[in-house]
């Protein structure tokens, strides 16, 4: 049996070799090339503003019950075991979407477990030898039918079932795309979300979060639906996240300014649970590897915290393509199990390199461009300055920014322009390269900053180390980002001045707007209270706040509290674990609060 672990080729069988084009093709070809004018280049600046955002939790890949059907238990140990450190290691992937039916569930353990775990427990099991932190999210899919009560017991009854069975569920849907084909109205989702909160904590399913409605784009149906989640204060309290899809639109601005409060004040957060392009991919197809990066610079410029592609792993036929279904853009990676040998596609190194620079944990700022003051009439709509991944023609350019937990800066942005067929929901700009200027807001009179550069695009190998770069008071230069390249960007750790994420140098007491803190640690039960008084809001009955905790390099190291809270005096009481799960170590800490309205700070020794 010969299997080998290999790059990204062509479309073809790894085994056939590419015929030689007959000659008079390769002719035309070269008195193209040669007559064809140079990309044209422009210049632009993108400004990342200052402020510390949304906490980034992580990247995750989705699987369906026919996806893991495909073979996957027929590959040899050594094939499924490289697949899955390429995903769950190299890559860091941490999130796992699995999709689920209950069509001939009962209130039983056999009736609802049966196929579901059959189908994802080696799977699972798989990834788990390389991922310690995966966390499993069930995701509803089909048919719902007039009972929308039966419909969320029977789920909790098969989660119930899956955790007697060894596959713990901790985070569940409601119902994929409930959008496609109404599936629901928008009135029946804080109704469904209730009932899905209900069941679960009647079988001591407490600990199980419900993410909704995972729309299939964040446009303005999904908005609708999330407005009337926020008009039942019960569902409201219930949902534990906001998600939606990333297709036709990435999460919007008037998304964003919906969410704000919520996701900034710690309440909630926002998933987007499902992304990918329809079609055939080719292997080194730099156009499906920039549309993913693309959506997810997106949704990260606009507060989403856990982002999954749609499908890891994916069997296909001896031709490499799926039989009766072409759509190998919904994968990262494709096995054949017949000849037991794998391939993956250019997008899993595009996610890799992303991966090396952008940590979990690490906290987002908001990105904009000035194009639309270079070119109003060329960039003509807001998308292109605030990067949303819209509905009809694109941004051509998508950038995040975020502080990671070492006390690094990230940068990574996508160059979205190019050959791509048009559609009635996609069109791009032509191709064009940009030299951008990014201005770090927070870093301004910093001095000198050196960043290591990596480069992605269809070029073996792929990923290209490209030295250092060095930021000059906040201001740092990216040349020549061509068609479909990815830019990735990291400083050292511990060398960035995270001003707006620490504040470890500001006394205890009051905020000007009145919320007040302390913090006081106790050696004999290991344990800080962690107190605070929360002023009344102007029309919030419950207030979301949460309590960061920075080390004294200004890195966050633990957030203790976020919830919704009601107006008075409240005590956390925080056993001193840190963001990974480990012991912090003694010294002194920056302790701070933040509601939608006021913050407040306070220091705390920990001693041990």
Known sequence: MKTRNRAPFTGMSPLARPLRPPVAVM????????????????????TVHEGARQVFKGFGVGQSLWDAQQGYAGLPD????????????????RYLRLRSTVRQCTDTASDCAGSVFDSYDLYVRDARKYQDS?????????????????????????????RDTGLVITYTGISNEPDWENLLDADQIPELIRAFRRHLDSLGLTDVRIVAPENSSADWKAQEFVDSILADPAATSALDAFATHSYNWSITE????LVEPYVLGGAKEYWMTE???????????????????????????????????????????????MSGNKNTAFYMILYRAVEQDWGYLLKSWYFKAASQAIDPYAVFRKSTTNLRRVDSTKYWRTEDSTMVYAFGRKAPLYLG??????????????NYTGEVLTTPITEVLEETVYDITVKVEELVDSGDIEFSVTRCNADTPYVHEEGTVSMQDGLVQIDSLGSFDMITMRSPSGTVDARGTALPSLPPGPSANGLRLTARWSAGSRHAALSFDVPRETGMRAVPITIRVYDVRGRLVAIPLRRLVTPGTHTVHWNGRGIAGGVLSSGVYAVRAETIAASARARMVIGR
């Open 27 to 46: 002719l035309c070809a070269i008195a193209a090339a040669a007559c064809s004018a140079p990309a044209p280049r422009e210049n632009c600046t993108i």
């Open 78 to 93: 050594s094939v499924r075991d490289t697949l899955a450190r390429f995903l769950w290691h190299d890559l860091n992937f």
């Open 134 to 162: 995966l966390v499993l999210l069930l995701a509803p899919h089909g048919e719902i039918g007039d009972d929308l009560d039966t419909y969320a017991r029977k789920y909790a009854y098969q989660i119930k079932a899956l």
């Open 254 to 257: 008037d998304m964003n300014g």
């Open 275 to 321: 992304a990918s392009e329809f079609g055939t991919e080719q292997w080194e197809d730099a156009k499906e590897a920039s549309s993913a990066l693309s959506r997810y610079f997106a949704d990260m410029n606009h507060l989403c915290n856990v982002w999954f592609f749609y499908v890891g792993i994916k069997g296909v036929e001896s031709d490499w393509r």
């Open 401 to 414: 920014a975020a502080v990671n937990p070492d006390g690094s800066w990230c940068i990574g942005v996508t």
